[in-house]
């Protein structure tokens, strides 16, 4: 890794102060979007729902949504974790939150992490042995493979295993009333897990096979590569530690830019395996109106999405020097 | 830029896929409603019946013939791609353009800007938007190209800053040339391939989300798309609806995406090496 | 500690057609000496140089020998391949932006042989590693940086510091010089010195002539492939045997518009074979320079002789047809037909009067084909008589005076055509030398 990559430069504030405003940008949105709506808020956004309303919830809710609340309000009411209450489900919406974004992570976290290690594997070796008939066919059927939609595949592999073989559930992140013995419960919880998770990371892995493959394919031309082979060094080290680490640098890079759109696949893809996930739970809640869940939703995913963005900027100089140098 | 990609291309077998879906839909949409054997906003017909002879693909829940159906979301979501994709490569292109011709304070704003926008995720100002304002699909798509153009543009803007130092240019700056002269016959033109690819990029990621709000049912429920085919379908998988109902509208968006795909994967296969030289660093 | 390559060929394969990079060389490093490899681009200098090490690509087909301490290397094993790599023979390729690998410090880089190969902990090869750097004199604070961050003349020094830090017999440098000043290039030189004093080889690739005359001990000189002539280095100048090292010590930049004079002519590409015929294994091979002229109807030229017959100063028919091999003349081994530069003028004792005046007495004279030779003197030293008489205008009183060993005098009186347009003269005074009758367009093709 990068030694001295924590010293802070110049570009690092304007890093800093570009996901601020960014944030802020998101939380304002949050904040004054449902002000704009035409008419009574009340009655524009719960009237054609499916949740009805007793008077004294539409008085509580036009107190809460009232021209008087400020934005410093709401931002401490934010911090504070005071999210307002969901109609929909009876529920303070943290709660609902907080319960439904482990899910979430697991979900999205192992699909990333799967698809990135056997992307890049994948892409090393299948660079390396460029051009043998297998390797066209594979780089083939990956390109096919990426212009598959999540929602296409999802609903493919649901058909598949769930409906015609029922080898997995359709739904679901755990059987409810379930074993709470510790191992049989991880191995439920794998069990749900494995189809939503089949779908992000066929999804996911094509983009990250191909991206390492055409990228370890400029690396391999460059001189270092020769020196490393010069040098009389084991193959699988100058494959790895010399050239596919540089490879690395783009397919990182590229990753970033993706993130946003992958946020979307995910979402489609917790609905479709209903998933108890942020997903599904936005879902729901658009479903029935039920505007607070769907602001800190946004709000809150947004948020979560600038930081993992502000980390991989990190993430950057510690794989490419040349970056932390340059000005 | 490079002039002589044209030969190459013709002959690589993605690009001609892409090319080929692209004709096959382009058509459809353009003819949808004249080969639609129904209005699909119909009801009139035995709700979840099998396909058969007068229903191609049988009747969805609501009584609604699929096959037509089909056809006006295949157009819908055609026209939400083109119309997202054409904007962001407009923005992206001439707010690039600028910023890397002009440099100083206004290449400064700009890209900061393109950064803030990059950095929002697009796909949650489009649910808000969406759920709180049910505004038209056309209005939709803008606001994605707003939020779409900041890629396109810093490719733009590197590709502006090297045309910068080519001969030719400064040639017509040294003769006299204004800026918006330089701009629009000197740069723009140059840059052709790059909008290709911006475009195919831009396309598939509209056309993905339009979906994706679709089935989210954030869209307008009477307009019809394949995402929302395909959530509707959903809700019946316990019946013998998938191969009539469900698959149809995810192959048709498969297919579309896929050419897409093709195209920009194709182009920027075709394109890279002369890219390559021009991307500094990292950040595209 | 030496490096002998026999009778070594490489020809690169593209499709049908395949390249000729290097054909039968032959050359030695002995122990404690260096051996420089001259020539121009393309003449096959660093394709015998990776060969060494086993570094050609795939598309390489090699035949040949080469012997490190007088054992054969066999290629086909690369296992034991990499054993002798780094550690018996290294290379310090030629200074491009990516030698190096950018994402790890030089000092890891320099160690990285040491762990790997020689097994060692970590902290003790960085610091060997660290050790070696600032023998090369490269300061403690370059050591913990990335090849990015330093000089071009640190990061050649970077690179040989990790070329020896396992002691290899052999050294191969591939052009060390061409980027570097005047500074770094002395220290090249201190390299070179150090190494041969341990008894090491060290074979110097490069097209710097100056260079290598003045710091390698022994030279060969490549042309397309083949080599033309090994010779001490020292002697490159004062006594080249192959026309080609003569040029060759001559091309100098600043005689770039002499060239054709006192250089090489024209222009060469690449050598070709042709492979037809390969279903039942019977090979033509077929090999040619590809030049823009050629002889032969189908656009090759002639497929035998002399290589460099077409750019030769003194290529007669018979270089065109017939193998030409690499013998010994003189203390050099030489591969021309005509057994290296011959004379083509000579005048022996010549002496010229004018009534009274003594313009030369006794004079000799030597040219040699290809060679540039410049009359000096006052006015009336006899430089125009003496160049008179050369050139068949002007008659000698006493002496002789033989044109491609053939006597002039004899030769202009009985045979004044074939001799008449052998030799070109430029005379000093244009309005006397040219009729005032006849106009340039007459003139010209007047011989």
């Not at chain 1, 021209?67 to 709401?74: D, I, K, R, W």
């Not at chain 1, 739904?171 to 991880?186: D, I, R």
């Not at chain 3, 970077?158 to 591939?174: F, N, S």
């Amino acid at each position: 890794m990068i030694r001295n990559a924590h010293k802070l430069t110049r570009n690092d504030l304007g890093l800093v102060i570009t996901f601020l405003i960014a944030a802020s940008v998101m939380t304002w949105l949050s904040y004054s979007l449902p002000r704009f709506l035409p008419g009574d808020f009340v009655t524009a956004t719960y009237g054609s729902s499916q949740v009805t309303l007793t008077a004294e919830q539409e008085a509580a809710l036009r107190d809460y949504y009232g021209e008087n609340e400020g934005f410093g309000n709401y931002l401490l009411r934010l911090v504070h974790l005071d999210w307002g209450y969901s109609y929909g489900f009876q529920t303070p919406v943290s709660a609902l939150f907080f319960s439904a974004l482990p899910w979430t992570i697991l979900l999205m976290g192992s699909a990333h992490l799967i698809s990135m290690v056997i992307g890049f594997v994948a892409g090393v070796e299948a660079a390396w042995r460029r051009n043998r008939p297998f390797e066209k066919g594979l780089v083939g059927g990956m390109t096919v493979l990426e212009g598959i939609p999540e929602i296409c595949t999802g609903v493919i592999l649901l058909f598949v295993f769930a409906l015609q073989l029922q080898w997995f559930p359709a739904a679901g992140a755990e059987t409810a009333y379930g074993e709470k013995v510790f191992l049989a419960h991880v191995l439920d919880v794998v069990h749900h897990l494995t189809l939503p998770l089949c779908t992000l990371v066929l999804a996911y892995f094509p983009g990250n096979f191909l991206l390492t493959r055409n990228s370890m394919m400029m690396v391999i031309m460059a001189d270092y590569v020769n020196t490393a082979r010069a040098k009389g060094l084991p193959p699988l080290r100058i494959r790895y530690v010399h050239a596919a680490r540089n490879a690395l640098i783009p397919v990182v890079t590229r990753f970033g830019m993706r993130l946003a759109f992958m946020i979307t696949g995910a979402l489609v893809v917790e609905k479709i395996n209903a998933y108890p996930g942020v997903g599904t739970l936005l879902y729901n809640a658009i479903a029935a109106r039920d505007l607070p869940v769907i602001q800190v939703v946004v709000l809150m995913s947004s948020l979560l999405i600038l930081a993992i963005f502000f980390a991989l900027e990190f993430a950057y100089r510690l794989i490419d020097p040349r970056i932390h140098h340059a000005r | 830029m490079h002039v002589n990609f044209h030969a190459t291309l013709r002959r690589d077998p993605w690009f001609l896929s892409g090319v080929t879906l692209s004709a096959l839909f382009l058509i459809l949409a353009l003819l949808g409603p004249f080969l639609a054997p129904f209005s699909p906003w119909n009801m009139d017909f035995i709700p979840l019946s099998p396909p058969s002879a007068t229903h191609l693909l049988g009747v969805n829940d609501g009584g609604q013939d699929i096959f037509s159906e089909l056809l006006y979301a295949i157009r819908n979501t055609f026209v939400f791609g083109v119309i997202s994709a054409s904007t962001a490569l407009f923005l992206g292109v001439l707010l690039g353009a600028v910023a890397g011709w002009f440099g100083g304070v206004v290449d400064l704003i700009l890209m900061r800007l393109a950064d803030v926008l990059l950095a929002i995720p697009a796909i949650m100002i489009l649910i808000l938007v969406a759920a709180l304002f049910r505004p038209s699909p056309v209005f939709l798509a803008l606001i994605l190209s707003g939020l779409m153009w900041p890629t396109i543009s810093k490719t733009i803007r590197a590709q502006t800053l090297n045309l910068k130092q080519s001969l030719h240019v400064r040639a017509a700056r040294q003769m006299g040339g204004g800026s918006g002269y330089i701009i629009a016959k000197h740069l723009i033109p140059e840059m052709f391939p790059l909008y290709l690819i911006g475009f195919a990029a831009k396309a598939r990621m509209a056309m993905f989300m339009e979906a994706s709000l679709a089935f989210l049912g954030l869209l307008d429920p009477s307009r019809k798309s394949l995402g929302m085919m395909i959530s509707y379908a959903l809700q019946f998988y316990y019946m013998d609806i998938w191969w009539h109902w469900l698959f149809p509208p995810i192959i048709c968006l498969s297919l579309m995406i896929m050419m897409v795909t093709f195209l920009a994967i194709s182009l920027e296969k075709v394109l890279d090496p002369r890219l390559k030289e021009s991307m500094p660093g990292r950040r595209l | 500690m030496s490096l002998k390559i026999k009778d070594f060929s490489v020809v690169y394969r593209d499709g049908d057609h395949s390249i000729q990079a290097v054909e039968e060389a032959t050359i030695s490093v002995e122990r404690g000496r260096c051996l420089a490899l001259v020539g121009e681009s393309g003449s096959g200098k660093t394709t015998l140089g990776k060969a060494c090490l086993g570094l050609l690509p795939g598309n390489a087909q090699t035949a040949g020998r080469i012997f490190l301490n007088d054992r054969e290397i066999d290629f086909s094993n690369e296992t034991l391949l990499n054993q002798l790599r780094w550690q018996r023979i290294s290379m310090v390729f030629q200074n491009g932006a990516e030698t190096l690998n950018p994402a790890y410090r030089i000092i890891d880089q320099v160690a990285e042989p040491l762990v790997e190969k020689g097994g060692e902990n970590r902290k003790s090869a960085l610091k060997r590693a660290s050790a070696a750097l600032f023998d090369m004199g490269l300061p403690e604070a370059c050591h913990r940086r990335y090849p990015h961050q330093l000089s071009g003349g640190q990061v050649q020094r970077g690179l040989l510091a990790m070329a020896v830090i396992l002691e290899p017999d052999i050294l191969i440098l591939d052009e060390p010089t061409s980027a570097l000043d005047a500074l770094n290039k002395s220290f090249v030189v201190e390299i070179i010195q150090r190494y041969k004093e341990r008894g090491k080889g060290i074979l110097l690739i490069t097209h710097d002539l100056e260079f290598a005359v003045r710091h390698g001990d022994e030279m060969a000189v490549l042309y397309l492939g083949q080599v033309m002539e090994t010779l001490p280095a020292g002697e490159m100048l004062s006594n080249p045997i192959h026309p080609y090292t003569m040029a060759l010590g001559r091309s100098y930049p600043t005689m770039g518009t002499a060239r054709d004079l006192g250089g090489i002519r024209g222009d060469a590409f690449y050598r070709l074979v042709h492979q037809h015929g390969r279903r039942d294994e019977a090979q033509y091979h077929h090999s040619h320079i590809q030049i823009p002229e050629s002889a032969h109807a189908n656009g090759h030229a002639p497929p035998t002789g002399c290589l460099f017959q077409g750019r030769c100063t003194q290529a007669i028919e018979a270089c065109k047809t017939g193998y030409v091999n690499f013998e010994a003349v003189q203390n050099h081994q030489v591969r021309c037909l005509r057994r290296g530069i011959v004379s083509a003028l000579s005048l022996k004792g010549v002496s010229k009067k004018y009534g009274n005046n003594t313009a030369l007495n006794g004079t000799d004279l030597e040219l040699k084909a290809g060679e540039l030779l410049s009359l000096v003197g006052e006015t009336g030293s006899g430089k125009t008589t003496l160049a008179m008489i050369a050139g068949g205008v002007m008659a000698q009183d006493h002496g002789f005076r033989t044109f491609e060993d053939r006597d002039m005098d004899e030769w202009l009186k009985n045979d004044m055509g074939t001799i008449a347009r052998r030799i070109g003269v430029v005379y000093q005074n244009p309005a006397e030398s040219i009729s005032h009758r006849f106009t340039c367009m007459t003139l010209w093709p007047n011989p």
